[in-house]
């Protein structure tokens, strides 16, 4: 435990004393006081209080995330190519715990300047404002549906060829992404039933038509007894005493169909904590993300030059940030050439590599007022900061020795 | 009672491998030695001799390729092997933004020391290599001499049972190096092992109970200072001394 300290210790005393760390603590805090002067919003206060509160710690976060993502990178590279390393080596201390060090001084520096920008944050805004559960309605899972659409599929005549030659696991893919986005048409007069495991005081809802046009929204929302009629102005919060007997209904009154997507467009919320509570669960969920990255910087460090590790490290960044909008616009690999079914598949298992990275999104949650829920932040922090941490750490103690065995 | 083994190298090889795994380079080529405790053995040879690979696997930084390499009679990459070992490589290898103190600090608490027993420790060496004026300076600003008795300083910070001291006067001014020949005879004299490269034939001889000689990872002799009955240069000339090999004069003359 001491040997981890002083190898904490000294990476601190390496970002401090090459002003990594105050520069990287002056532009946060820089940037949280400066951006909601730049800030073009809607008009209203809530609009750019959400882009505010999206965009300043989002801002920070990436800040933090490149500048100790180099550091991170360059840290054992660095002290390998100059030999001091080697004079850590020798010493009673076992390799993991030099790479865990490292991990834990870039994340501890991390931790602090995201903590202190998250301060300025709860100055600036209402902690006290609630913040909500975000409710779906009970559907079978889109993987159920799409097996069962499959089934219906093979069953009908008018199915054609391609498809029924093709393979089953590509078809379910297409259908699921299908059943994610299946939109239920509600004609006028009809009544859409929807099931949710508890109940909540608002409906959240998007409809839309098959044009994607501004229409008139007329209809009633009925939960047992209570009801309440919404129309465009209501359209996007609906303030409505929902009780937990498992059923939301929605008669359509207005000239024409509507249409939603129930898995993506209609969420009941009910009343959870604070926004000061939501956003410590933000700052916890960041700096456990933050935690997974520089780990993979480390681990790079440790068996690449600085140059190389940087290069591969940010290349791995973009890959997750962009794989997974290229598998949800190629989601088939079907009717593609051999390289593109190659390049696809190559992005599909990046993605799939890096999805804990790219799918965590606490800042859309936060900046909406939606509660980050308890289980998997939870989770994310046991993976992302402990889990993941010692297991990176443990590979990088191996490419340590191999890369120590080398010539040099 | 004859003395514990300290560093014991049975029929050590190391052969460097390319990316294809295709031998490169054999450093070292059946390497055997024996280093008793409170011994002072240099490993002497010329440039590529296989002294450094040598000493590398004895620190558990190589894995040799056949042979054993034992410290303690433990592995060398053992932590318990690891917690009795000092060593001061050819270069300083010093953390330029780290303080004196700091460094001392830093390495006394890799070697498991208590806080308080470190901070007690590294005034008392910064006070024996000369530095206790010097000890909050940054190292970045050390002269080759002062940073090269910092990292003797930290070597020793461990308390260690055995030196390894790789060139250990290398960029010395005559009265820094009488120094460190002294206090390595102090240290040895305490009851220290220390094993020792070195370039500076005198030195070796003013320091060393025995040495060995390696050319091209062999051992070519090896015995103790004492019984030679030459000058150690005289010795190690007439056993790896190639005049052929240095064409100078020929070189000049054309």
Known sequence: MRALLEVVLLELKALSRSRTAILLLVASVLWMLVLPRLIVGDGTFAGARELYVRYSLGGVFALTLISLLASACGSVARERTEKRLMLTLVRP????????????????????????????????????????????????????????????????????????????????????????????????????VWTFSSGGERVRMRFTNQFEMRQEIRGVFASGENQLSVSNQTQSVAVFDFRSNGELKFTNRGKSSLMLRPRRDLNILSRADSFGWNLLRAYLQLVAVLSMVLSFGVLLSCGLGRPVALFTAFAMLLVAEMGPSVVEQYPSSMDMSRADRVGLAITKTAAAVTRPVSALSPLEALSKDECIEFTPLVLTMALDLVLLPILLSLLSSLVLVRKVEGRG | MEAESVIELKEVRKTFRDFWLRPTVEAVRGLSLEIKRGEVFGLLGPNGSGKSTTIRMILGLLQPSAGSVRLFGLSPRSVEARQKLGYLPE???????????????????????????????????????GLQDVGSRAVGGFSKGMSRRLALASSLIGKPELLILDEPTSGLDPISTKEVKTLVKALAAGGMTVLMTSHLLADAEDICDRVMIVNHGLAVAEGKVAELGTSLESFFLAKVGNPEEFQLAEFLKS
């Open chain 2, 91 to 129: 270069l300083s290898y010093l953390h330029p933004f780290l303080t004196a103190r700091e460094t001392l600090e830093y390495y006394g608490g890799l070697s498991g020391l208590s806080r308080r027993e470190t901070t007690s420790r590294a005034v008392e060496l910064l006070k024996m290599v």
């Open chain 1, 93 to 192: 201390v076992r390799h993991t715990l030099v790479a865990l060090g490292k991990i834990a001084a870039h994340v501890f520096l991390g931790a602090i300047v995201l903590g202190v920008s998250s301060v300025v944050l709860a100055l600036k805004d209402d902690v006290s404002r609630p913040c909500s559960h975000v409710l779906s309605p009970l559907m079978p899972s889109p993987a159920e549906e799409a097996e069962r659409m499959y089934e219906e599929y093979m069953k009908s005549p008018r199915t054609p060829e391609a498809i029924r030659k093709a393979k089953k696991a590509e078809v379910i893919k297409l259908l699921e992404q299908r059943a994610i986005d299946r939109y239920d048409t509600i004609a006028t007069n009809e009544t859409a």
